[in-house]
DNA sequence: TAAGTATGTTAAG
DNA sequence: TTAACCTACTTAC
């Protein structure tokens, strides 16, 4: 379940459970077993999150790049670890953790300058220290593209997904067929801080909450409710359901094979 | 058992 | 714009 908020989640959990000592490295199902062969025993150094692109760092022998994707998971646990079933990718052992990488879009080892040039496509990612979001604004302030799309764009933004930028546009009431063009900089500026705010809290909680305190069902006299995801939203897969706002039904459309949410009353041209 | 769905990306047409 | 890729879960029959 990857947007931005658990990639940097899982590279600061690889550091606390491996970083500076040694590391089995393995690959039970195969595909990744000669570049496994090459890392087995070496120490890894760091790991480090741009987006939705996860990096960790062993040194003189490279990085190793892994991206979900849409089904992609990185599972922790205990050792000595059980026999891994036919799905794993990547194993990951020490005296005490092991992690389990399945059904990855991306696992390769990498040279540093290779790195480099992932993050060069990349635009900024609002979790990474120092990035500010006039890049982004830049080229959203000249786009015929629609905010929807544009926030979905990694070269734009790094690290934003389907949920994140649902709720968000909801959380400023921005209709998402609005041009990037359109946006004012006070918009785009509001976005950016929120997206940082929500997407940190998200890395602390390892999961998606966007609902105001004030707007949670508690709050506005209902029963608590959790989307399927694991997390409080306004319009994320609500489909039809009332808006926690206004009460109108939250609309669904498919947009670039994407399923896009939104409250056509609180978000406005 | 089969079909459908998912917080993603890339390449082909 | 569509298909392809990767996995696991839920729903339909």
Same mark, same amino acid.
Request: proline letters at 7%; hydrophobic letters at 40%; charged letters at 25%.
């Given at each position: 379940m990857?947007?931005?908020?658990?990639?940097?989640?899982?590279?600061?959990?690889?550091?606390?459970?491996?970083?500076?000592?040694?590391?089995?490295?393995?690959?039970?199902? *195969? #595909?990744?077993? =000669?570049?496994?062969?090459?890392?087995?025993? !070496?120490?890894?150094?760091?790991? $480090? %999150? @741009?987006?939705?692109?996860?990096?960790?760092?062993?040194?003189?022998?490279?990085?190793v790049?892994?991206?979900?994707?849409?089904?992609?998971?990185?599972?922790? *646990? #205990?050792?000595? =670890?059980?026999?891994p079933?036919?799905?794993? !990718?990547?194993r990951?052992?020490? $005296? %005490? @953790?092991?992690?389990?990488?399945?059904?990855?879009?991306?696992?390769?080892?990498?040279?540093?300058?290779?790195?480099?040039?992932?993050?060069a496509?990349?635009?900024?990612?609002?979790?990474?220290?120092?990035?500010?979001?006039?890049?982004?604004?830049?080229?959203?302030?000249?786009?015929?593209?629609?905010?929807?799309?544009?926030?979905?764009?990694?070269?734009?933004?790094?690290?934003?997904?389907?949920?994140?930028?649902?709720?968000?546009?909801?959380?400023?009431?921005?209709?998402?067929?609005?041009?990037g063009?359109?946006?004012?900089r006070?918009?785009?500026?509001?976005?950016?801080?929120?997206?940082?705010?929500?997407?940190?809290?998200?890395?602390?909680?390892?999961?998606?909450?966007?609902?105001?305190?004030?707007?949670?069902?508690?709050?506005?006299?209902?029963?608590?409710?959790?989307?399927?995801?694991?997390?409080?939203?306004?319009?994320?897969?609500?489909?039809?359901?009332?808006?926690?706002?206004?009460?109108?039904?939250?609309?669904?459309?498919?947009?670039?094979a994407?399923?896009?949410?939104?409250?056509?009353?609180?978000?406005?041209?």
């Amino acid at each position: 379940m990857p947007e931005g908020h658990t990639i940097h989640r899982l590279a600061a959990d690889h550091e606390e459970r491996f970083a500076g000592a040694p590391v089995r490295v393995t690959s039970p199902q *195969g #595909t990744f077993a =000669a570049s496994a062969a090459l890392l087995d025993g !070496r120490t890894l150094v760091r790991a $480090d %999150a @741009h987006g939705k692109h996860l990096f960790l760092g062993f040194g003189d022998a490279g990085w190793v790049h892994i991206h979900l994707g849409l089904f992609g998971k990185l599972g922790f *646990g #205990t050792a000595p =670890a059980p026999p891994p079933t036919g799905t794993v !990718r990547l194993r990951l052992l020490n $005296d %005490a @953790h092991h992690a389990d990488l399945r059904g990855p879009t991306a696992c390769a080892l990498i040279t540093g300058p290779e790195k480099d040039a992932i993050h060069a496509r990349l635009g900024p990612d609002p979790l990474r220290p120092g990035e500010d979001g006039e890049r982004a604004r830049l080229r959203i302030a000249r786009s015929r593209v629609t905010v929807a799309a544009l926030l979905m764009d990694q070269k734009v933004v790094a690290g934003v997904g389907n949920v994140y930028r649902a709720e968000v546009l909801f959380r400023h009431g921005i209709d998402p067929y609005r041009m990037g063009k359109d946006l004012t900089r006070a918009e785009w500026d509001a976005i950016w801080a929120d997206l940082a705010e929500l997407m940190r809290e998200g890395v602390r909680n390892n999961r998606i909450d966007t609902v105001r305190p004030e707007h949670l069902p508690e709050a506005m006299g209902r029963p608590p409710r959790v989307d399927d995801h694991g997390g409080e939203v306004y319009v994320y897969r609500r489909t039809g359901q009332p808006c926690h706002v206004c009460g109108t039904p939250v609309r669904t459309a498919v947009l670039a094979a994407r399923n896009l949410f939104w409250c056509p009353t609180c978000q406005r041209r």
